[in-house]
């Protein structure tokens, strides 16, 4: 990398290019030295790389924007070229809705005005253009309030720039940014506000009363800059290099910043049904998602130092690194301990990364990334970090009862592979009074889970050395030993044991698929049903296929017709899929791997899955173990992943429709064109080119044009193929909530009447904690002596309901993209008047949608 290049890139860093050192005067001023050296060979070059490290590296922005402020008194002509491609950058990023890179050049165009680079009347004018969007957006009359979403993103927007250049605004133009002040102001009077229902990561079943509605997270920014005001606009987690080179600075010419559009919505119907308003406002919401949603779950004193307002601004560093720099763990890692802060924030960091990790409906990356992420930090921070990390999960543990389903499944995830990392070792002796709680209790569960989890990752053995200090906690462990063949010896049924080793000669005898079928159908199933025919086939080649995973899928690939000719309907796939579970009875992940490579191969519908899940025997184990949920989220996953396979193939097969018809038009075109030309042949005018080319022109045409059909075709065959997967895919939902709704009815009656969950758990009052106590269970958290060790006091049909509920609006939540076009059946047929209210709110809360909406 050559020098300017590395001078860029590592301004303000402790590196070897700036002799180790960080001092933001001589970073810049080495750094202004090599770049003005180098501008009149690579201006292009650096405009790029320049323009690059400020959008993917956007904590340095305040040393970028002083560095072009300085290079704006010497070449006028490259700082106004980085201005207007800044100003095409947030005009693109406005077009598509590009919100990290809308929220980051807003930024550095703050940046650029303390720098002098644009005129701060510039910089209002596109605070007010936003400004005036959102506040369309949201009026009954002239927009679409179900985007909410949108109008509130812009707000953000121009708050989040405040920290940067607040006291410059001012300072310069007091009355212009006052107006703007007034008007976000007027916007929250009109606003809804936003409630967390559906997407919160604690349930807050204990608070019976909430005398205090809490601020949304645009209300608690607002409050933040409100703050921040009245401190002068003083804060330490912005760094203010400009006012270095402020009397040379002030020198430059402020160029002229081009206006921005905000796209009006298209879709702005004159008048919005219930339904219609919960579906766009959850378009709105994935297109543009709130960034952050704070756990707090360490106490006020690990952040008693720190302002408001540089609390949100340091989540705002953490957030751009994770997001920018994800494919990079060396960098990465770097740029999260060194930020440019003058105070720590370990914890902070802990608790941005979880509630990212937690995040709902789902996290910008997928949770394995956090999982990297925590694992790289333990490794930069080792004095530090992993005992923050620890206090993480004692407090998240300790409310685990109150943890989202979904959230608490991500973190069963997260920890065992996190342990998995550091040798399995983890103070379990802590945890131990987990076996005094009853087998349902949420924090019994978890660690039941945990342990199931490492022994994946591992093997059962090691995983039990692990907890040598509390072996006790073995209980916990699942079962060990391998499949659980029916067959392996005669001490059962006679003929099945039989039938079974004639099955087992036949296919390592390599006999065909066909052969087997004729010997089930002549001479098995006549004589002992069907019944024993699949019990005896799928149990052997289960068998068969016990060794490895490639086992299975051979024996699957090479018998999968016998299994899908005695398996042919629902009923029997259920059978087929309780065998499945029998055989593998002590392992829960090879049972789901199985009966998810069985659905690829089609040999089970995902109709079949839920109904097995939802069978009589299955019920009662919803709230003590997560492997039926395993297997049914694996089943919807794969419906859901075969659309979005269809959408894909679809779109890129009209792209080539239309590529295929201009090519064919063009080949008919030079066909026709030669066809027209008139030749003179013998000294007599004839019609069309040279024979030969004639000939290369016309089996070209045909050709393209037998392309261009054969396109079409395969679109019309995927779009066929869509349809019916659109179908499955309702059918799947509607039998999904319909046997939530069956299982739910009469239990939920039984334990709540017509209760609402505010009256779960017991007395509020007996669980409320004394402001003075807050510190000592903070104490003991951190050093490992948790005070949840008593009795879990829900009762099992309380917890089961609990526990279902919690999973019905996760699905709701999770798959919310895939139910929406079919909620109108969905409320005709199962979420009807006659449910119980507690169903319908976990329905709705899932969808984002109030059920007296």
Known sequence: MSSWRSLILRIGEKS???????????????????VRRELDHSEDEILTFLLQCSEQLP????????????????????????????????????????????RVSMRFLTVLMCSKVIQPS???VIFETLLSSAATIVDDEKGNPSWQARADFFITCILSCLPWGGSELVEQIPEEIERVMVGIEAYLSIRRHVSDVGLSVFEDINKINKLHVEQDFVEDLWSRIQDLSKNSWKLESVPRPHLLYEAQLVAGKSHDFGPIICQEQSDTPVELSRLNFGRQKHEAELKYPQRIRRLNIFSASKFEDLQPIDRFVVEEYLLDVLFYLNGCRKEFAACMVGLPVPFRYEYLMAETIFSQLLLLPQPPFKPMYYTLVIIDLCKSLPGAFPAVVAGAVRALFDRISELDMECRTRLILWFSHHLSNFQFIWPWEEWAYVLELPKWAPQRVFVQEVLDREVRLSYWDKVKQSIESTPALEELLPPKGGPDFRYSSDDGDKTEYTLSKELNSMVKGRKTARDVIIWLEESVTPINGLDVSLRVVVQTLLDIGSKSFTHLITVLERYGQVIAKICPNEETQIMLISEVSSFWKNSAQTTAITIDRMMGYRLISNLAIVKWVFSPSNIDLFHITDRLWEILINALNKTHNRISDLRKEISHLKKSVVKAEQIAATAKAELDNAENKLMLVDGEPVVGENPARMKRLKSNAEKTKENEVTTRESLESKEALFERALEENEALFL????????????????TFGEKTLDHVGGDSEA?????????????????????????????EKEQWCLSTLGYVKAFSRQYASEIWPHMVKLEEEVVTESVHPLFRKAVYSGLRLHADQ
């Open 767 to 795: 669980m409320a904690v004394d402001e003075e106590d807050t510190s000592a269970m903070d104490m003991d958290k951190e050093n490992g002596n948790s005070k949840s060790n008593v009795g879990y006091t829900i009762g």
């Open 59 to 102: 904590h340095k922005i305040p040393l970028y924007g002083t560095l072009i402020g300085l290079l704006n008194l010497e070449n006028e002509d490259f700082v106004k070229k980085i201005v207007e491609s800044t100003q095409k950058s947030l005009q693109d990023a406005l077009d598509t809705g590009d919100c990290n890179k809308i």
């Open 735 to 750: 039998s999904l909530y319909k046997n939530f709704s069956t299982v739910l009815m009469e239990r939920l009656h039984e």
């Open 122 to 124: 510039s910089l209002v």
């Open 16 to 34: 070897s290019e700036y002799g180790g050192v960080i001092d933001f005067k001589d970073h810049i001023d080495a750094c202004f030295g090599a």
